[in-house]
């Protein structure tokens, strides 16, 4: 009897061991197939992340684009026009470097990065208006003044203009909504 039953237990340890490997490799499978669910969760995260931080710091860069003296500045002659200028122009060549980020990252044809490109256009735009030195204003007759603060007012009113659809496309880009009290929210959809 006791050899009956060891026959029988070869056979029932057999299948035994066969399936604690089938539950063994299907676990593994499992948890391969979970981990690189994860990581790959992970990188879209952190995709998304790093996206939001070039989308935060091109809306800051371009919020300090145009200083406000800059503007009161360009009108009448004033010894900081240049120091004021170079500094756009500063700020200028930062937001291109950005823009080209976002051109990488997303692709040239991306609304975000159009806009961006708008923004940047009327920046220039206005640097263009801004007298080269403290006798160049000065030397210009009223009417070309005139008709150049006219210019620099719909410069300026072009950048907010562009400056707020970059807001906006970043925003829907990133996945993010104003809330009532100004803050941003992830978008729940």
Known sequence: MFVLASAEAIPVAAITA???LVAASVIARVTVLT???RLRH????????????????AAIALDRAVPAE???L????????????RRMDDDARALDALHAQLAVRLGPREGVTLTLGEAIDCLRAIGREIPRGEGALSAQSPEVRK??????????HALRMSAAAFVE???ERAGTVATQTGTSEAATS
């Open 18 to 20: 066969a399936a604690t």
């Open 35 to 37: 981990m690189k669910d």
């Open 42 to 57: 992970d990188r879209e995260l952190a995709d998304i992340d790093d996206l939001s931080k070039l989308l935060d710091e």
């Open 70 to 72: 800059l503007v009161d």
């Open 74 to 85: 360009s009108l009448t002659p004033h010894p900081r026009q240049l120091e004021a200028k």
């Open 147 to 156: 008709a150049k603060a006219e210019h620099m007012s719909g410069a300026m």
């Open 169 to 171: 496309a970043a925003v």
